[in-house]
């Protein structure tokens, strides 16, 4: 079980946290009205998580609290998602009318509550004003350990669906005092998710279908490479600005190469590593993905997501994974963050005793966000 505990701080070690967002949006000239009477100019790119992204030619790309909006105009498409499930297309307008947003659809005005927006996505034509694209690198180094993260986030977002795309590798390299003096031990975890959400095309929403796949590797629990596509149900729970809560299940196939497949039919001796086995399993799936966030004197964001695999056709076998995500504002652009992540497999160390069958990171320190 590898343990790592960090503390992402310029005194205690050298620590490097940094995240960029990058979108491409339509002209700039939707007009944002603030509570302090400021008419802000830009491209909306998107609301999510009770903050409005903006994309501005004086200021880059600027976030503004959902709820210090008075107004917006656009002549452009949006979607916008209730907290009861409706999903409406149509342009913001001028209106006068206290705590709420004046929405064009279909021909016809409607009043919307500020709070009873939970989403708003830009529908837009070109392949780059539907792309959002977030990058971000962690390095941690000290006396005995170097960390490199690398973070990747992208959604494509269309009237009827969201595409997304994550990606997450972790490199360490711990040195350890051994009989003989200093030993280095390398460890290496990559994880790349892709999921589809299909959304009804009108009326409520609170339920989709969902398409999946994921490649992982990871060296503590012996795992090669591990590969699945897998199909589902999902349904929002919870809808409410500040609080989400979604469930999704489904069926998945997956095909890895890992050291035994025991006796499994499918199991074939893998020609590139003699002593590795392709092994093939058919899994359910249950996920959750659960996002609390408030905006009061200083800005807090938690989310919480989690898997369980349990195996079809190698009865007995319980996978899992589980990340957290914790962010505080303490000034401006500053925050305190911790993330940790966990990933268990009750079948990890079968077959080889010095294996383990979790693996779990964690770590917290000073963020910077631009």
Known sequence: MRK???LKTPIVLAGLLFANT?????????????????????AIN????GKLSLSTDYAGTISIKWREIEQIQSRYLYEVRLDEGDRLYGRFVAGDTADQLTFRSHGQNRQLDIDDIVEVRSIEDNLEDKLDLQLGTTAVVNTDTRTLVLNATATYDVRNGRTAMSARVEDQKTVAEDD??????????????????????????????????VYSQNDELGVDHRGSLGVGIG??????LGHELAISAGIQGVQERRQSCDDQEAARIDSRSPERETCNDTEMFFSFNWHLYSF??????????????PSLSDWGRTRGDLLLNLNWELFDSFFWTLSARTEIDNAGDRNDPTRSNSDYTVSTGITWKY
């Open 46 to 49: 998107n609301m999510a998580a």
């Open 180 to 213: 003989e003096g200093r030993a280095s031990e390398i460890s290496k975890t990559t994880k790349v998710s892709f999921s589809r959400e299909f959304w009804r095309s009108s009326g409520t929403a609170q339920s989709f279908r969902v398409f999946n796949a």
């Open 235 to 240: 349904r929002y729970l919870i809808q409410d």
């Open 22 to 42: 990058a979108a491409w949006g339509h002209s700039k000239t939707d007009l944002i009205t603030v509570s302090t009477g400021d008419t802000l100019t830009g």
């Open 4 to 6: 790592f505990l960090s």
């Open 296 to 309: 009061q004197a200083r800005d807090m964001d938690i989310s919480v997501t989690g898997n369980a695999y």
